[in-house]
């Protein structure tokens, strides 16, 4: 069994700041890509960013280029969002994305797996 689990949500003012953990447990093997999405009420859920294993490479929306900065922790198998200049549009729930593979699943391709989200809320 593995798991995401995201922290660090909350209600913050606009122009202020926030700074989002997601942490893999359990049988992982191998875990590569991580990324953060989100999901407003009534809207489809969205890319917000992505880096890639060694975190070497990173991919934003270009509703956060140059506001919101990704990075991970492979000691702690942990990937992190700070997010900067929040807007009242950034309110939504947000949710880690972890390509892995599980003991399990040493031979087999990786798959997806999702945090339970975390809300954030940005106040005009």
């Known amino acids: 069994q593995v798991q995401l689990v995201e922290s660090g949500g909350g209600l913050v003012q606009a122009g202020g700041s926030l700074r989002l953990s997601c942490a893999a447990s359990?049988?992982?093997?191998?875990?590569?890509?991580m990324g953060w999405f989100r999901q407003a009420p009534g809207k489809e859920r969205e890319f917000v960013a992505r880096i890639s294993g060694n975190g070497g490479n990173t991919y934003y929306s270009d509703s956060v280029k140059g506001r919101f900065t990704i990075s991970r922790d492979n000691a702690k198998n942990t990937v992190y969002l700070q997010m900067s200049s929040l807007r009242p549009e950034d309110t939504a729930v947000y949710y880690c994305?972890?390509?892995?593979?599980?003991?399990?699943?040493?031979?087999?391709?990786?798959?997806?797996?999702w945090g339970q989200g975390t809300q954030v809320t940005v106040s005009s």
């Open positions: 994305n972890g390509h892995l593979r599980t003991q399990e699943e040493r031979l087999s391709e990786p798959s997806d797996y």
């Open positions: 359990g049988r992982t093997f191998s875990i590569y890509a």
